[in-house]
């Protein structure tokens, strides 16, 4: 703002200037001189701009002011209850989980739905800030990626049919395993697939897996536990599923962030924290997991 009131006075001192001598001129020479009119014309222009330009300024600044940050998060859609849609709405525990943290950092969040695969090379590409989607914090990620803290104990769980044959690890031998693409699960299912002499199928979603089953293409599905805990429940007593043995231990989710993304990991870590304090991170966890 005094940036622009020095330019009008600049602009009235060069006035005073320019009309002292245009006021030196004779009645005649002025009626005469076309330069004359020009000159005042142009100069109520300026001031004219001048003063516009002044507004214009404000009114950025104010609006500027009252904008949050916005920041674009990745997460797949087909991976309930921690990502899903209902109704075309995009819902889910870690969903919600992050609209909340960002709302406690006064930011907005841009979903940027995408497979699982392609989320990590997109933060390392800075296409988008963070990323949630029941993410394992895992060393190799930590190398391309930073994390939020830990907002999830997981495992995983070997799942096959209710009237299948399975009973334990011991009768893996020579089965097939499916598994998701990039995942944790997929790493399991290749290191027991060589230990029991078996194959291992890679997917790209949890519905193509569970009918890679069903239609006997696959002996077992490797899947995190909350997620297959959560769709045999919902499924009730039309579940065609079950879980084998105990679940295996796993990485503890975390929100991805791009390491392009200055700052980010303090504000998610910090909404995280104040959404535990306050009771509201055990009231989300307790409508998605009030069985666990």
Same mark, same amino acid.
């Given at each position: 703002?005094?940036?622009?009131? =020095?330019?009008?006075?600049?602009?009235?001192?060069?006035?005073?200037?320019?009309?002292?001598?245009?006021?030196?001129?004779?009645?005649?020479? *002025?009626?005469?001189?076309?330069?004359? *009119?020009?000159?005042?014309?142009?100069? /109520?222009?300026?001031?004219?701009?001048?003063?516009?330009?002044?507004?214009?300024?404000?009114?950025?600044?104010?609006?500027?002011?009252?904008?949050?940050?916005?920041?674009?998060?990745?997460?797949?859609? =087909?991976?309930?209850?921690?990502?899903?849609? /209902?109704?075309?709405?995009?819902?889910?525990?870690?969903?919600?989980?992050?609209?909340?943290?960002?709302?406690?950092?006064?930011?907005?969040?841009?979903?940027?739905?995408?497979?699982?695969?392609?989320?990590?090379?997109?933060?390392?590409?800075?296409?988008?800030?963070?990323?949630?989607?029941?993410?394992?914090? @895992? =060393?190799? @990620?930590?190398?391309?990626?930073?994390?939020?803290?830990?907002?999830?104990?997981?495992?995983?769980?070997?799942?096959?049919?209710?009237?299948?044959?399975?009973?334990?690890?011991?009768?893996?031998?020579?089965?097939?395993?499916?598994? *998701?693409?990039?995942?944790?699960?997929?790493?399991?299912?290749?290191?027991?697939?060589?230990?029991?002499?078996?194959?291992?199928?890679?997917?790209?979603?949890?519905?193509?897996?569970?009918?890679?089953?069903?239609?006997?293409?696959?002996?077992?599905?490797?899947?995190?536990?909350?997620?297959?805990?959560?769709?045999?429940?919902?499924?009730?007593?039309?579940?065609?599923? @079950?879980?084998?043995?105990?679940?295996?231990?796993?990485?503890?989710?975390?929100?991805?962030?791009?390491?392009?993304?200055?700052?980010?990991?303090?504000?998610?870590?910090?909404?995280?924290?104040?959404?535990?304090?306050?009771?509201?991170?055990?009231?989300?966890?307790?409508?998605?997991?009030?069985?666990?």
């Amino acid at each position: 703002m005094s940036k622009n009131i =020095d330019i009008i006075e600049n602009v009235v001192s060069e006035i005073n200037k320019f009309s002292g001598g245009l006021f030196l001129m004779n009645k005649q020479q *002025k009626k005469n001189t076309f330069v004359y *009119k020009i000159v005042m014309i142009a100069l /109520v222009g300026i001031i004219a701009i001048t003063l516009a330009g002044c507004g214009t300024d404000e009114v950025t600044s104010e609006s500027s002011d009252g904008s949050k940050e916005e920041i674009s998060v990745a997460v797949v859609q =087909d991976y309930p209850p921690f990502e899903y849609k /209902v109704d075309e709405k995009l819902t889910g525990f870690d969903v919600e989980l992050v609209e909340a943290v960002a709302e406690k950092a006064d930011m907005t969040v841009n979903w940027e739905i995408m497979k699982f695969d392609g989320i990590i090379p997109a933060l390392q590409a800075n296409q988008v800030d963070a990323a949630v989607s029941a993410i394992g914090i @895992r =060393d190799d @990620r930590l190398e391309v990626v930073d994390f939020s803290d830990p907002y999830f104990e997981s495992g995983l769980s070997l799942v096959t049919l209710k009237d299948s044959a399975f009973e334990s690890e011991a009768d893996l031998e020579g089965s097939t395993i499916v598994a *998701k693409q990039g995942t944790s699960s997929l790493e399991l299912a290749n290191k027991l697939a060589e230990e029991y002499n078996g194959e291992v199928t890679k997917l790209q979603d949890d519905a193509t897996m569970y009918m890679e089953l069903e239609n006997g293409n696959a002996d077992v599905v490797i899947n995190d536990y909350p997620s297959v805990a959560y769709k045999i429940n919902q499924d009730g007593e039309d579940s065609e599923l @079950r879980i084998v043995g105990d679940k295996y231990p796993s990485e503890d989710y975390g929100i991805a962030i791009s390491k392009g993304s200055e700052g980010l990991v303090e504000k998610m870590n910090t909404g995280l924290q104040e959404l535990k304090d306050s009771g509201e991170f055990d009231e989300l966890y307790s409508q998605y997991f009030s069985e666990e």
